[in-house]
Every structure is written in C-alpha cells, then in structure tokens.
C-alpha cells in the first residue's frame, strides 16, 4: 500500500513569511510524529499525535511552530514568521498503534526541504 | 554534550568488507535502540530494532546493544555498493509511541 506522502518536498520562503506542510501517513496509523532534521545531522524530535490529540509538543523550538491533526488522520506543521535557523528538512513519521501498544516501527516519509531565505 | 553520540564518518571500506558501526548514549533510560538507514534525499527506514540489552540478527545485519556500557553497535556483513547511505541510530525509553533520540548518522560509502 502507500507510505507516508508529504507535501511540498520543497519549499522556498522569505524569511517573515507563513508555511504551512502537509502530511499524510499510512491509512489506519494511529500515532503521527514530526521531526526536524538541519544538514548533517540526525533528525529531532517537534511533537507526537495520537489520532487527534496532541499528546506531545515538547521538541517544538518556538512558539512560531504550530501542529494539527483535526480528524486524526492528516497532520499539517505551521511555522509562522519564518527564520533563517528554520532551513532544514521536515520529516513526518507514522506508526500502527497509540501508547501502551507493542508496535515500534515508525514509518517516515520523504520529507519537506524548506529553505528559508 | 548530546544525548546520542554518533562518528559522522565518512567511512569508506571495500565491497565484501565487514562494517562496524556504532552509537553511545547517556540517557539511562533508553530500553528501545533502532537503526535507521537513510539514502540521500529520502527519510529513513527501519534496519533493525533491539529491546535493551542483546543481539539480534537479520540476514547481513546484526544489531548489539550493551546497555551497562551505553553503547551499540550494528554490523553489516559482506557489504554491497547499495548499503552506501548514512545510517542512524535511534533510541527511546519507551516503545514506538515515543518520539526518537537520533544520532547524528554515520556516513557509509561501500567501494566496488
């Protein structure tokens, strides 16, 4: 079936600018995360869905960044008034089952390259 | 000093050559260790995952964890040219409903 899609992959914004990135996960996946990865690193953890309840938003870096997943199943990330240090490739990840489950596997989508002039 | 720490690489070795590559840590916490493979330009798959301490091994892959030492490691045996990626380990405390402690990703270029 089809795995995690995101959109854009790319996207260009003057700094001061709003963007906002698309996430679908795999149909049926409960728990929905978004990392950060910044070039040359690994990625790191913003916040943590279970279908729509946010239950995790402490790896957000601003209050600039915003999250939703209103009906559980697709998530957007917001950042408002964007920076330069806000370059980096946005990565969203699924997985089967909530909290308390015995599903680890986290399945990640291509990513979104914002570069933030 | 971050939580995960990881060799950037680049590590270059020959084809057929055994890799070694590894992680440590400092959150004792940790009981889930994964790791990620990354081809450029795509998100990352899972290799291998390992529940605290032991080894685990699948097909070319072998995955160790020695939690007293905070250390882990994943060999790849009778490497190819299409293992080159970054590989990236990754951590939890608790399964797969939390979000992921990375490494930085090791750099593997496998040299036919």
């Known amino acids: 079936g089809a795995g995690v899609s995101q959109s854009p992959r790319y996207k260009v914004a003057k700094r001061g600018q709003d963007v906002a990135l698309r996430c679908d996960p795999i149909?049926?996946?409960?728990?929905l995360f978004w990392y950060q990865q910044a070039l040359g690193q690994g990625p790191e953890f913003l916040t943590y869905?279970?279908?729509?309840?946010?239950?995790?938003k402490s790896g957000l870096p601003s209050d600039r960044f915003f999250a939703e997943r209103p009906e559980g199943s697709v998530s957007t990330l917001k950042i408002q008034r964007t920076q330069q240090e806000d370059s980096a490739v946005y990565l969203c990840a699924s997985s089967l089952e909530g909290r308390g489950g015995f599903v680890y596997e986290q399945y990640f989508g291509p990513g979104t390259r914002l570069t933030v002039t | 000093q971050k939580e995960v720490e990881q060799d950037p690489g680049p590590l270059s070795v020959p084809e057929g050559a055994i890799v070694s590559l590894n992680c440590t840590y400092s959150?004792?916490?940790?009981?889930?260790f994964m790791w990620y493979r990354q081809y450029s330009r795509k998100g990352p798959e899972l290799l291998m995952y390992?529940?605290?301490?032991g080894n685990k091994e699948d097909g070319r892959f072998t995955a160790q964890v020695d939690k007293s030492s905070k250390y882990i490691s994943l060999f790849i045996r009778d490497s190819q040219p299409s293992d080159s990626a970054t590989y990236l380990c990754a951590m939890s405390a608790g399964g797969g409903a939390d979000g992921l402690t990375f490494g930085k990703g090791t750099h593997l270029i496998i040299q036919p």
């Open positions: 149909s049926g996946h409960v728990s």
């Open positions: 869905f279970q279908n729509e309840a946010q239950l995790d």
């Open positions: 959150n004792s916490a940790f009981q889930y």
């Open positions: 390992t529940y605290s301490s």
